[in-house]
């Protein structure tokens, strides 16, 4: 085991707290991931990189900023990647998704607020992230009102450059986002002390691209009845592709796609025989968040397609790469977020279509919707959800939680009786 304690200390990690955390990583990671059978080979790289969660690709980030790169930490997908990648940099998902120092974080954040953006401001209050610690910039957007406000307090601890996202979709948002990805162009020029050349971002775009091309070949394979790939381990793929190094990543995805359809030829299956499909829509589910898929999934389902930013929002549509000059390059690079579907956006008939279109091609037989405990936009949101889906004949459940596991019971005994109901109809 390397000894990486002298690096975090340099990063200003608390080095007590950050050792209790990372003594109730395993235990989560082995009833969540490694407790599930037959898993593909291919996925003991995503294993081996949450066991370094902390380790190795901290020491790739230090190493990239001794050598004059930089790091950006974002917390949403609106955020353009490939602006980072141009300007030498490496982009880092920073949100959370486990409860650390929440009773610290409510001191800042009202307790009404989500799990989500009070474990992010906890992480970085009890100095236990040595991602966010490496960073030389945080780019946050104005989306949800939790995240716009939080972003106030967190700007105040460490520098913050905050793009604006339109709530609307009309010609005039358009153009405030396309003025909003320059204006993040121009702060990434600034803190590296130099214009960022067309062929940087050009590149840039070619290897984000790649890389969604390699997730969303993953996505497919999923379409597999039985599934080839469970809903977890896919989760865990996304989930680790908003830190990994890009090309290691697209390597690693293309070498589990391998082997999944290759094992499609011998029909071998997790758990071999068919099993409830589900859809999961709703707020991100990020690194260890793992209860509402690991629920779904021991209790007989499968989770064959998340409608979600840790899920296919996150590499879905590519950039243009056909754009033409640093002008054309930056419409295109807007035009590919806007197409994310976030129900901060009004009115947001795309994301129920785009649902619609999921249930069909994944053969899905229930959607089942995750919502974090005080999230506005997608509470409110389910309504519509919900009644598009009734029309469609789709049975729908609603889940509202947080991250503790104070109501893992209950939520089982619901998911339980969902799958039950749709295993039933099967049948028929
Ligand atoms: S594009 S979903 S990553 S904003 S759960 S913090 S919405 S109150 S995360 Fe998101 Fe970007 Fe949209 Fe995706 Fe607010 Fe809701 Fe909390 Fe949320």
Known sequence: MTDYRDMWEKLGIDLEAHDGLLEVLPPIYEEHILSQENRPEGMGYFDFVFSEVHGLRIQELVEHKRKGGIVAGTFCTYVPEELIVAANGICVGLCSGADVAIDEAEKYLPRNLCSLIKSSLGFKLAK?????????????????????????????????????????KLAHDVELWRSEVRRLLTRLEELIGRKIQEEELREAVSLINEKRR?????????????PLISGRDALLVSQIAFYDDPRRLIDKVGSLC????????????????HRPRILLSGCPMALPNWKVATLIETSGAVVAMDEMCTGIRY???????????????LDAIAARYLKIHCSIFTPNQERLEHISELVEDYDIDAVVYYALQFCDPYTIEAF????????????????????????VGQLSTRIQALIEMVAARDKT
Do not use: W
């Open 214 to 226: 390699a997730l969303l070949r993953l996505e497919g394979l999923r379409k597999s009845d039985p």
């Open 128 to 168: 236990v992230c040595p991602y966010i610690e490496s960073c030389d910039l945080l780019v946050g957007e104005a989306t949800c009102d939790g995240k716009k406000k939080y972003y106030e307090i967190l700007g105040q601890l460490q520098p913050l450059h905050l793009m604006e996202v339109p709530q609307m």
């Open 258 to 273: 391998d082997e999944l359809e290759e094992r499609k030829k011998r029909s071998e299956y997790i758990g071999g025989a």
């Open 384 to 407: 519509r959800v919900q009644q598009a889906l009734e029309r469609e004949g789709i049975p729908f459940l609603y889940l509202e939680t947080d991250y503790s596991s104070e109501d």
């Open 315 to 329: 590499f879905d549509n590519l950039v243009d790469e056909e754009a033409q000059g640093m002008e054309g390059l």
